[in-house]
């Protein structure tokens, strides 16, 4: 009512001085408006654990004040200046108001969007252990705001009266034609997305794809690389990835069976080679105790008696526990009088 009675009262004044003071009011009340927001409402969302309703609020705020102030100077222009001049400008007037709060819609739509999705694909790559929200996340929120953009200039269009099926069928055509002549590029950005959501590996572990084994340097949009026990960088384009066979050496744990071969001489105890060789295996502080360390007695060879450890290491880098174990069998096993023998050859000769 109050509100009422001072539209009222404007009405009876110069149409100037009311113009005036309904922009002076709009003014205010945007200030007072943005004020309450930066200051209570961020007061209570400080008391979440989560900064993203700070972050929404800091977004709309703008957007709010210069929607008020847009509101006001519309209604001042319509109701005191345009009706008293030329009344058909009204509704030109009210499309030009409207298409102004279109634009500041659009972008605090656009900036709300992007700090939602910025804020789950976050939380998604940290998971994954992934640097894919480096390329990931920029490119995704560029397309997101094209995509608002593009809607906002055509409502905007509408609004104007010019028609937009045509630009519609034009942007379709075009994005035909693009598809096909960045088909390969396309397909690897879905592959990477697909391996970001699916998350078959993870920076760091040990992955074997089209007979190429190596540790996973990083997860790009495109491609992943990985390093090569010879030190080599393979990249890898992502659509070989996610239509090929991928090994992955640390799931569902990084633990791996390590098997090595010893020949020993004939006539050596069998019981005391197992002994010793389980011995070395079970105080190595690389192999795991569970499960435990076996020795079985293979074969009888051409020139020795060979066995077999089977052992459990904590990672799939074993040449450091190869070169340990292997080590101190030999020091054990010359301590214990077992025998290495070299392939031997008898030739018998028969004279004529």
């Given at each position: 009512m109050e509100l009422v009675k001072i539209i009222n009262t404007l009405d009876s004044h110069n149409p100037l001085v009311s113009f005036?003071?309904?922009v002076a009011l709009s003014i205010i009340l945007a200030r007072v408006t943005y004020w309450l927001m930066g200051t209570h409402l961020t007061i209570l969302t400080r008391r979440t654990q989560s900064d993203l309703d700070d972050k929404i609020i800091e977004n709309l705020k703008s957007p709010l004040y210069y929607t008020i102030i847009i509101v006001?100077?519309?209604?001042g222009l319509d109701r005191y200046v345009v009706n008293l001049v030329n009344p058909e400008y009204s509704d030109e007037l009210m499309r030009l108001a409207i298409i102004l709060l279109i634009v500041v819609s659009t972008v605090s739509v656009a900036r709300i969007l992007n700090t939602l999705i910025e804020r789950?694909?976050?939380?998604?790559?940290?998971?994954a252990k992934s640097t894919l929200d480096e390329?990931?996340?920029?490119?995704?929120?560029?397309?997101?705001?094209?995509?608002i953009y593009i809607i906002a200039f055509m409502i905007i269009l509408d609004q104007l009266g010019i028609p937009i099926t045509?630009?519609?069928?034009?942007?379709?055509?075009?994005?035909?034609?693009?598809?096909?002549?960045?088909?390969?590029?396309?397909?690897?950005?879905?592959?990477?997305?697909?391996?970001?959501?699916?998350?078959?590996?993870?920076?760091?572990?040990?992955i074997e794809i089209g007979g190429i084994s190596g540790d996973v340097v990083d997860i790009g949009l495109r491609s992943t690389r990985l390093k090569t026990e010879d030190n080599k960088l393979v990249v890898i384009p992502n659509t070989s990835i996610i239509t090929e066979n991928v090994t992955n050496y640390a799931q569902p744990n990084p633990?791996?069976?390590?098997?090595?071969?010893?020949?020993?001489?004939?006539?050596?105890?069998?019981?005391?080679v197992k002994e010793t060789i389980l011995d070395v295996a079970n105080k190595s502080k690389n192999v795991l105790k569970e499960p435990k360390p076996e020795v079985y007695f293979m074969e009888?060879?051409?020139?020795?008696?060979?066995?077999?450890?089977?052992?459990?290491?904590?990672?799939?880098?074993?040449?450091?526990?190869?070169?340990?174990?292997?080590?101190?069998?030999?020091?054990?096993?010359?301590?214990?009088?077992?025998?290495?023998?070299?392939?031997?050859?008898?030739i018998h000769l028969e004279k004529d």
């Open positions: 005036l003071v309904i006001g100077f519309w209604f789950v694909a976050k939380k998604i790559t940290k998971k390329e990931a996340i920029p490119f995704v929120l560029k397309i997101v705001d094209i995509v045509p630009l519609v069928a034009s942007l379709g055509i075009f994005g035909v034609a693009l598809g096909f002549g960045a088909q390969a590029i396309v397909s690897n950005l879905l592959a990477g997305f697909m391996i970001l959501f699916d998350r078959p590996f993870m920076r760091g572990e040990r633990h791996i069976k390590l098997m090595i071969d010893y020949g020993v001489a004939y006539g050596s105890d069998v019981d005391r009888f060879g051409e020139s020795s008696l060979n066995f077999k450890l089977v052992c459990w290491m904590a990672n799939f880098r074993s040449f450091p526990v190869k070169d340990e174990l292997n080590t101190k069998i030999n020091d054990r096993f010359k301590k214990e009088g077992i025998g290495i023998p070299f392939p031997t050859r008898t």
